[in-house]
């Protein structure tokens, strides 16, 4: 077995891997599981992402899937563990305030988001047809929508609602374009 490597183990799919040996600035072992590169271990297993989360009085938040509400008169900050998803009351939108194409598709994205067992089966065609509707009627997003698209397809759907950003940002400069001819 080459230096540098630790001993063979097997992967979640029953492959062996061997797990590369690396060592920061600070001499600390980290080990990396090659076969699930977007995953970092340390050596009692993954890392788990922290969300710092601030939700003011009278605000709500979505925490894994569940609606958190601040019932209390000040505002509160969690340290959130985990991999599932965090939303801010400032990214959340409901379906009656959805008014814009743009915002349609952030809004299909974003239960995507919520619900990822749920995003092919309920959003999926939704998505498709709000997305050939927005580039027909402004070739010019075609760039973003495509964007928006590879990362739904990845399932990276925190990343696509990010990318919807963009595209609600565009269709605002759109907007005020065409109001000014």
């Known amino acids: 077995m080459p230096s540098g490597y630790l001993s063979p183990a097997r992967s979640a799919t029953g492959r062996m891997v061997n797990f590369p040996l690396t060592i920061d600035s600070t001499v600390r072992v980290k080990t990396t599981d090659v076969s699930r590169p977007d995953r ?13 989360l601030k939700i003011e009085a009278g605000a709500k938040a979505i925490i894994g899937g569940m609606v958190v509400e601040n019932t209390s008169g000040s505002s509160v900050e969690l340290l959130v563990h985990g991999d599932g998803p965090v939303l801010e009351s400032n ?34 065609k939704t998505f498709l047809q709000l997305s050939r509707d927005i580039v027909s009627s402004a070739p010019s997003t075609s760039i973003i929508i495509s964007e928006v698209g590879n990362l ?4 990276k759907f925190d990343e696509a609602m990010k990318k919807c950003m963009y595209l609600l940002a565009y269709e605002d400069h759109l907007s005020k374009y065409t109001a000014r001819t």
């Open 152 to 155: 739904v397809a990845a399932g």
């Open 40 to 52: 970092r271990f340390c050596h009692w297993g993954p890392v788990m992402k922290q969300t710092s």
């Open 91 to 124: 990214e959340i939108i409901n379906a009656k305030d959805a008014d814009t194409p743009s915002l349609k598709l952030y809004y299909v994205v974003m239960n995507m988001y919520v619900a990822p067992e749920k995003a092919f089966s309920d959003w999926n």
